[in-house]
């Protein structure tokens, strides 16, 4: 699960320490077997300079299983849950004061009065949350550190708030083949993109979604991603946010439902958000075309296939109509915001399918550009330091473009480079 994938994936400064831990004590172990043992024992095959593979291997599962355990620990007590569902963590993350575990389902309705969430409860415990990483203007205080209430953190965070200007909101979607993943696990790039966004001066603002299983079939993903930014679009003001101002951006499945919210308005239309609420979206590694999502040409090839089997029936059923509706390259409109396509270098065949997103937003009149970053692949592509660097300098055009009132200067570039 991902709890256990987040244990194997992250790295922790100790772990090195963990590891001799363990070493010296399996090597002290085996040699003292080996002493004992007759001369017939060195010449085993599963023997080699004094290491046992048995004892290798037990110690590396004794290793594992006290790191999962210390990780579900960090995780438990940290991120996932909190004493009460209006309870958030503040923590420091890079350097960054974070709101932790912000819930953006309101605990307040029933569930026969809100179409927008299909589960016999009101509100996923931890998929129904967002963390908001607040820029380094505002100075972490140590004893923040506990659970608190939004309107608590407001109150204490209120005279640093005041001091900036209505900043930028930019709110990232992890990705994960809508199955998988969260806004709390590097592997799937949204604490990256969350920190490098607010390094830059913006609000940042990393969602969570129900991960599409048998009872959370689309379009559940799309349907919590509105109402996640329909309550930014509610509330960013009150933590310094501008609510007139707030791009989108997205990894993989997170690409995907980025640009959907980006060239497709009804489920935002139906949670009576602005048509131009998002203006602009950074999109990495997307997915345009359920269809087509991969290689070259007008027709699927056989890695498109596969794709459909493992990603796309599982998440959005069988039927070739809801993957035509749910893909964001059959939605494009004239006035849809401008958007940045980001590819990896070695991108799975997935910039074959942003290239013709990118070739039918032209054809569209939307401004569009496309960049692939070298020496990247589908993982490494959102947490580069280039990646950051384009998405970063697009908003800020996008933001000088938007105070001037100037149209957006179209360009479009398929260099690896740039």
Known sequence: DDL?????????????????????????????????????????????????????????????????????????????????????????????????????????????????????????????????????GVKFKEEDLRCKTLHEVYTHYDDQLRKLAPLPVIVHIHGGGWQRGDRNISFYGSPVMGVAYAKAGFISITVSYRLASSAFKWPAQIEDVSRALRWVHDHCSQFGGDPSRIFLSGHSAGAHLASLCTVQHDHLAALGIPQDFVKGSVLISGIYDLYHALGEGDEPIWRDVLFQKRYVIPTFGPDMDTWRGASPLYAIQSHNAPMLLINASLDLGLEFGAVRFRVALEQAGVPVRHHHVPGTNHKTVSQSNETAALAIAFIKERLEQLKSEGGFKKQSSSSSSS
Do not use: M
């Open 4 to 136: 256990t994938l987040e244990h194997l994936e992250e790295e922790d400064e100790d772990d090195d320490s963990h590891y001799n831990d363990i070493s010296s004590s399996s090597s002290s172990n085996n040699r003292t077997s080996t002493s004992t043992s007759s001369s017939s024992s060195s010449s085993s095959p599963c023997k080699h300079d004094g290491w046992s593979v048995t004892g290798l291997l037990q110690g590396a599962k004794g290793w594992i299983s006290e790191r999962i355990q210390e990780r579900s620990r960090f995780v438990q007590s940290r991120w996932i849950f909190s004493f009460r569902d209006e309870d958030i963590l503040v923590v420091k993350e890079a350097g960054l004061v974070c709101l932790a575990g912000v819930p953006y389902y309101s605990h307040d309705h029933k569930i026969d009065d809100d179409p927008y969430i299909h589960i016999p409860a009101f509100g996923h415990p931890h998929k129904h949350k967002l963390n908001i990483y607040l820029p380094e």
